[in-house]
T-cell receptor, first 112, second 114 residues
Framework: NAGVTQTPKFRILKIGQSMTLQCTQD?????MYWYRQDPGMGLKLIYY???????DKGEVPNGYNVSRSTTEDFPLRLELAAPSQTSVYFC???????????FGEGSWLTVV | AQSVSQHNHHVILSEAASLELGCNYS??????LFWYVQYPGQHLQLLLK??????LVKGIKGFEAEFIKSKFSFNLRKPSVQWSDTAEYFC????????????FGKGTHLIIQP
């Protein structure tokens, strides 16, 4: 059972570099999410999508972009990495609003 | 906007002690409530959830939680903790009709001493 798969698991970036965190789910879920987790702060929503071609900003979208060209994939793009983006990133999905959300294993990103 | 408050950021208990982690939320409408657990270095896993019906819900690994609507609370309990329960615990609320995911509390870091 693959569920929600994120890559890479660990990455170190230099300030100003760009990268894409990949996320794919094989549960045919409509809704997908990107959260970031910082120590003592819980999880904050970056972006979400309710279906292919539809994306929307969450609580902390600045510095990030997303796309949803297929139901399965929801990549998160960092264009100009900054130290404030050092965090653990979690992709998640669910079938519809109100259902249980399933999380990927996380991507640890350090910007130096 | 909804918010979630977890009362304790750090809790240290000895094995076999009883556990209660507090969670309060602010939202006046229908809510779905969740407790997730994150073991060291791992992703979030669902412990239990409340959507409707019996306000006392049982989850995995002997955990349970009680939804008290009048107090806007959803406290997590376990009668006897084990060393393997050392983890971070997150309470989360979903307004049900909203598409924008869960609102999480800041988490409680639980350490169980052998």
């Amino acid at each position: 059972n693959a569920g929600v798969t994120q890559t890479p698991k660990f990455r170190i970036l230099k300030i100003g570099q760009s990268m894409t965190l990949q996320c794919t789910q094989d549960m045919n879920h409509n809704y997908m999410y990107w959260y970031r987790q910082d120590p003592g702060m819980g999880l904050k929503l970056i972006y979400y999508s309710v279906g292919a071609g539809i994306t929307d900003k969450g609580e902390v979208p600045n510095g990030y972009n997303v796309s949803r060209s297929t139901t399965e994939d929801f990549p998160l793009r960092l264009e100009l990495a900054a130290p404030s983006q050092t965090s653990v990133y979690f992709c998640a999905s669910r079938q519809q609003a109100g259902n249980t959300i399933y999380f990927g294993e996380g991507s640890w990103l350090t910007v130096v | 906007a909804q918010s979630v408050s977890q009362h304790n950021h750090h809790v240290i208990l000895s094995e076999a002690a009883s556990l209660e982690l507090g969670c309060n939320y602010s939202y006046g409408g229908t809510v779905n409530l969740f407790w997730y657990v994150q073991y060291p270095g791992q992703h979030l896993q669902l412990l239990l959830k409340y959507f409707s019906g019996d306000p006392l819900v049982k989850g995995i690994k002997g955990f349970e939680a009680e939804f008290i609507k009048s107090k806007f609370s959803f406290n997590l309990r376990k009668p006897s903790v084990q060393w393997s329960d050392t983890a971070e615990y997150f309470c989360a609320v979903d307004s049900g009709g909203g598409a924008d995911g869960l609102t999480f509390g800041k988490g409680t870091h639980l350490i169980i001493q052998p």
